[in-house]
Each structure stands twice: as C-alpha cells, then as structure tokens.
C-alpha cells in the first residue's frame, strides 16, 4: 500500500535554527516524492520535487530510498516559513497525489 | 497567466441535497484533479480526468463524480450530500505528462 507518514502535527523553532520537516514513504517502487506548503489563507503550493533537485526558499530535500525518507531541510528558520508543510507521492505513473497528514511549522522571533 | 479558479467559493446546503463544484484549469493545462480536504482525513485523492475521460479515481463512494468539457473545465458533483461531506474540496491541474500539479484556492462546502 502507498503511504506517506509525516511524525510531528507541530515543529515550533525559533528563528535562526536548523528545520527538519521529517516524511517517510512507503511505496515498492519509485515514487515521485514532494513537498507542498501552504500559507495562512493561501492555496497550496508545490515547495519542491524530489528529481528537480533544487533549493527553493532555502530548503531542500534528499531522498533516501533505503531508509524510504525524503526529509524537508532548511539550514535558518525564517519567520515567514511559518506554514503548513505537506509531504506528498505520486507512483504507478498515475496523476493520484498521496498526501501526509501534513507538519504545521512555527517559527518564533 | 491565470491560476486554477474553482466556484464557488463557499456554500452551504443540507442534507440529501445535491451539489456542484466547477473548476477552471490554468490554460493550456489538460489534466484535472480533485481532492476533498478534512480535519480528520486530511488530503484525499477524489478523480482525475483528462481529455474529457477520467483517468484514475479514488476510493469514495458512487455519490461522487466528476466530468471534464473539451475546454478542459471540470465539475465534481455530490449527490445526496451528507454531514460528513462537510470539507474543502480542492481542485489542481497540470500539464500533460507532468506531475507537478497546480491548486486552485478550494471551495469550502459546508453541510447541515
């Protein structure tokens, strides 16, 4: 079965420090893994993919298929990253979006 | 370019009734997805269509159905609406061959 597990409802940090946004998968092939965020009255937005391999605001994201993980990273929190941080899958070649149940970031001045 | 629109954005109407969501895609976008979006069940995959046919579907139940026109506007339907179809139904689009999908801002449909 296809699964995604985000572990933590809420990451509090103050800002400055470290963020890791933690997702692991389960799925026996090779998924396409990424992270959605959404802002506070804003519509969801696509954060990054795992093949694009980019750092978008900061954060970037390793996929780890031996530990099935596809952790989200951004070295210094800022205030504005304060959101909704969804993991999500697509795999069989479909266009079905498994998503986590999602990590609600808070970044503290 | 325009964004995904979904109308409308708020409603509200009772039990055993029936409803209709419409989605516009971003231009040149010829898959649509649906999602329902719950405090309980979090982000759940409805029906995904493309070229008019619908591509995958979710597991929900026949009350739920969906349909694309030629211009690749969609409508999600739900008849005889329950309490639980309370939620916030997203719609997103993508580009043929694309993964990346592209959400509109949600139509939040409450049931009483």
């Known amino acids: 079965a296809q699964r995604v597990t985000q572990p933590e409802k809420l990451l509090s940090v103050f800002k400055g420090a470290p963020v890791e946004l933690k997702c692991n998968y389960s799925y026996s092939g090779s998924p396409e893994l990424f992270w959605y965020v959404q802002y506070s009255r804003q519509r969801l937005q696509l954060l990054l993919r795992?093949?694009s391999r980019e750092s978008i605001k900061g954060f970037t994201a390793d996929l780890n298929k031996g530990e099935t993980s596809f952790h989200l990273k951004k070295p210094f929190a800022q205030e504005e990253d304060s959101a909704m941080y969804y993991c999500?899958?697509?795999?069989?070649?479909?266009?079905?979006?498994?998503f986590g149940s999602g990590t609600r970031l808070l970044v503290r001045p | 370019k325009a964004g995904v629109t979904q109308t409308p954005r708020y409603l509200i109407k009772t039990r055993g009734q029936q409803v209709t969501l419409s989605c516009s895609p971003i231009s040149g976008h010829r898959s649509v997805s649906w999602y329902q979006q719950t405090p309980g069940q979090g982000l759940q995959f409805l029906f995904e269509?493309?070229?008019?046919?619908?591509?995958n579907k979710g597991n929900f139940p026949g009350r739920f159905s969906g349909r694309q026109f030629s211009n690749s506007r969609s409508e999600m339907n739900v008849s005889t609406l329950e309490l639980g179809d309370s939620a916030l139904y997203l719609c997103?689009?993508?580009?043929?061959?694309?993964?990346?999908?592209?959400f509109g801002p949600g139509t939040r449909l409450t049931v009483t």
């Open positions: 795992h093949i």
């Open positions: 997103a689009s993508s580009w043929d061959g694309s993964y990346e999908q592209y």
């Open positions: 999500a899958l697509i795999g069989d070649s479909s266009y079905k979006l498994i």
């Open positions: 269509y493309f070229s008019e046919t619908q591509r």
